[in-house]
């Protein structure tokens, strides 16, 4: 008799689907969504806010599975959770998962250079960065449910922001930007759907 399993969804790893423990790894087709922006751009709650509407999909909020204490927001650090984020994407896929959605892990181009030598080479990438003007992310910071402190806040905000992820041309890389300042949950998710309908067509 088959066996079924689910992966564990517990804080900042979910799914939307149970797979057979006997499936062998998916065959090509595997997708990957990726969530970035700045702190209180929205990642978080996009993330888990895209899950419902991805077919076959999982998600992944590294800013949930990468917390440690202290935490040195290195170089070093960041390398771990890319490292941590890779392996849980592949493992997705491995266990028949199509669309894998993972946020919060990327600050740079050099990073995502990083990060997709850790996967096969054939899926595709499709990198959400969610853009808000100041003001309104400054708001979001304070007023979200996931709380942070002045401090967190102001090491956070001597990172530069860098735009060399909107360059990136690697051929299985696709750039999607979204401003979110005037936009609400519902409306963002709808963007990112009509923007990928590899994904998102039915």
């Known amino acids: 008799m088959a066996m079924t399993m689910c992966v564990a969804g517990g804080s900042g790893v979910s799914h939307t689907r149970c797979v057979p423990a006997s499936q062998p790894p998916a065959s090509p087709g595997h997708r990957l969504i990726i969530v970035s922006g700045e702190e209180g751009a929205g990642k978080s ?40 984020v890779a392996g849980l994407v592949q493992n997705f896929w491995a266990a028949g998962y199509i669309n894998v959605i993972a946020g919060s892990f990327l600050r740079r181009y050099s990073d995502y250079l990083s990060f997709r030598q850790l996967l096969p080479p054939s899926p595709p990438v499709y990198l959400v ?32 922001e860098d735009r060399t992820l909107r360059q990136a041309a690697d051929p299985g890389y696709r750039y999607i930007g979204i401003d979110t300042t005037d936009l609400d949950i519902a409306a963002t998710v709808q963007r990112i759907k009509i923007a990928i309908p590899e994904v998102y067509a039915h």
């Not at 910071?141 to 001597?158: F, S």
């Open 129 to 160: 960065e969610l853009l808000v003007d100041r003001q309104e992310r400054d708001r979001r910071r304070v007023t979200r449910a996931k709380q942070t402190t002045q401090q967190w806040r102001d090491m956070v905000d001597q990172i530069p």
């Open 45 to 84: 709650t996009i993330v888990r806010a895209l899950l419902p509407c991805t077919p076959s999909g999982a998600r992944i909020d590294a800013e949930d599975i990468g917390q440690t204490n202290p935490c040195p927001m290195d170089d070093e650090f960041f390398a771990l959770l890319r490292r941590n």
